[in-house]
C-alpha cells in the first residue's frame, strides 16, 4: 500500500485510496439487485449492491469510520458562518473520501454549525448528534437508485433537527421535505452522474437560501472552485457550476 500523501490545502492522507474502493482503489460496479456480502473491513454481513472489480465489498458505517470523533469536535471549535467554506474544511479533511455515504451526514451537521453561527437556536452539540445519527443511516448510491441523492437527504435531516420533525409530526412533517424536493430539482437541472462534492455544495446553497426565507437566519455564501476534478472519474467538466474558470483543458 502506498504511504501516506500530502494533498496541498487537504491534508494528510490515510493510508487507503481516496476514490473507488477503499481497499484496492479499483472502480465500483454498481448492480441492479442488492445481495448479501460480507464487509471487507469489519467483516460484517449487510445487503449491497456496491462491489468493487476485484470482488471487494466496504460497507457504509466503515466507509465513515470515525466520523464523530473527526468532524464534531471540528466544528464545535468553528465559528466560521458561511457553510461552503465550512463543508470545504471539512471535506479536506483526511478521513473524507471523494464519494461516499459519510457525505450524506457531513451536509447537515455543516449546516446546522452555520446556522448556530449565524445566530440561529439550538444547542449545537444535541443537534449534531441527532443529525450525525440520522445522516449515517443513508447509505451510498441512493442518487442512483432512489432517486434520492444522499446529500439532498441530509439537507433533509438539517431541517427535520432543527424542526422536531418525525413521522408523526403534522406540522414539521412537510418543511425538511420541501427543501430535500429543491434541492432534487437543483441537481436534477445540473445533470449526472454523481459527484458527492457537487451535490454537496449545491444542496448548502438550497438550504442556505431556505433557512434565510423560512427561519429568517441569513447565512454568507461564498464562491467556490472545486480542487477535486483530476481525482474525480466522473467530473462533468464545465457543466459543473463549481467548476474553477480556465481549467477547461485539463478536465
Ligand atoms: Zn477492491
Ligand atoms: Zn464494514
Redesign the pocket.
Known amino acids: 500500500m502506498a504511504g501516506c500523501c500530502e494533498i496541498p490545502g487537504r491534508g494528510t492522507r490515510k493510508r487507503e485510496p481516496f476514490t ?7 472502480p465500483l460496479r454498481y448492480e441492479l439487485i442488492a445481495v448479501p456480502r460480507t464487509c ?1 473491513v469489519c467483516g460484517e454481513e449487510k445487503l449491497s449492491d456496491a462491489v ?5 465489498f466496504v460497507c457504509s458505517a466503515c466507509h465513515a469510520a470515525g466520523l464523530d470523533e473527526f468532524f464534531v469536535p471540528f466544528l464545535l471549535r468553528s465559528a466560521e458562518k458561511d457553510p461552503l467554506r465550512l463543508l470545504e474544511a471539512v471535506m479536506a479533511l483526511p478521513q473524507v473520501h471523494m464519494h461516499g455515504p459519510e457525505h450524506h451526514a457531513i451536509v447537515p451537521c455543516v449546516l446546522l454549525t452555520a446556522w448556530h453561527n449565524n445566530g440561529g437556536e439550538g444547542d449545537l452539540k444535541k443537534l449534531l448528534s441527532a443529525a450525525l445519527s440520522r445522516g449515517k443511516q443513508v447509505p451510498g448510491g441512493t442518487c442512483g437508485y432512489w432517486g434520492v441523492c444522499g446529500a439532498a437527504a441530509g439537507a433533509g435531516i438539517f431541517l427535520s433537527v432543527l424542526t422536531g420533525s418525525n413521522p408523526l409530526n403534522r406540522e414539521a412533517w412537510p418543511i425538511p421535505m420541501e427543501l430535500t424536493s429543491r434541492c432534487l430539482k437543483r441537481l436534477a437541472e445540473v445533470g449526472g452522474p454523481r459527484c458527492c462534492k457537487r451535490t454537496s455544495r449545491l444542496c448548502i446553497r438550497e438550504a442556505a437560501a431556505f433557512a434565510a426565507e423560512r427561519f429568517g437566519v441569513e447565512m454568507p455564501l461564498g464562491e467556490i472552485a472545486c480542487t477535486y476534478m483530476s481525482e474525480n472519474r466522473e467530473c462533468i467538466g464545465t457543466k459543473c457550476p463549481f467548476f474553477p474558470a480556465g481549467k477547461e483543458r485539463e478536465a
Open positions: 473507488g474502493c477503499l481497499l484496492c482503489g479499483k471487507a468493487c472489480e476485484d470482488g471487494h
